[in-house]
C-alpha cells in the first residue's frame, strides 16, 4: 500500500503565503506524476498544478505566476508554494501521484487524505 500525506494548510489573510507539503510513503517502486487539486465547497475538483517525473511543470491559469510547485525525489515529497493568496483559493486541497509499487504492478494513482486552506478578505 502507498500512503499521501498533506500538511502546511490553514487560514491566511488575502495577500499571505502559505507552503503545502505531500509525503509519499509504503511501497514505492518509483514515482511519475505528482500534484495539487482542489475543491471548494459546492464545486468539482480541479487541477491546481502538476510535476512530472522529468520535472515539467504545469498550472492552472487562475493561479499562473503566484503557485508554484516542486518535488524531492529523494524524499517521494512534493510541495507546493502558495504567494498573493485570493479568497478564492479557498478550498480542500489534495495531493496525488502516480505510483508503481513494483515491477509487476501497473502504476496507480494515490490521493491523500486533503488539507484545508482558508483565505479570509
Known amino acids: 500500500q502507498v500512503q499521501l500525506v498533506e500538511s502546511g494548510g490553514g487560514l491566511v489573510q488575502a495577500g499571505g503565503s502559505l507552503r503545502l507539503s505531500c509525503a509519499a510513503s509504503g511501497s514505492i517502486f518509483s514515482v511519475n506524476d505528482m500534484g495539487w487539486y482542489r475543491q471548494a465547497p459546492g464545486k468539482q475538483r480541479e487541477l491546481v498544478a502538476i510535476?512530472?517525473?522529468?520535472?515539467?511543470?504545469n498550472y492552472a491559469d487562475s493561479v499562473k505566476g503566484r503557485f508554484t510547485i516542486s518535488k524531492d525525489n529523494a524524499k517521494n515529497m512534493v510541495y507546493l508554494q502558495m504567494n498573493s493568496l485570493k479568497p478564492e483559493d479557498t478550498a480542500v486541497y489534495y495531493c496525488?501521484?502516480?505510483?508503481?509499487?513494483?515491477?509487476?504492478?501497473?502504476?496507480?494513482?494515490?490521493w491523500g487524505q486533503g488539507t484545508q486552506v482558508t483565505v479570509s478578505p
Open positions: 510535476i512530472t517525473s522529468g520535472g515539467s511543470t
Open positions: 496525488k501521484a502516480n505510483i508503481r509499487m513494483s515491477l509487476i504492478f501497473r502504476p496507480n494513482d494515490w
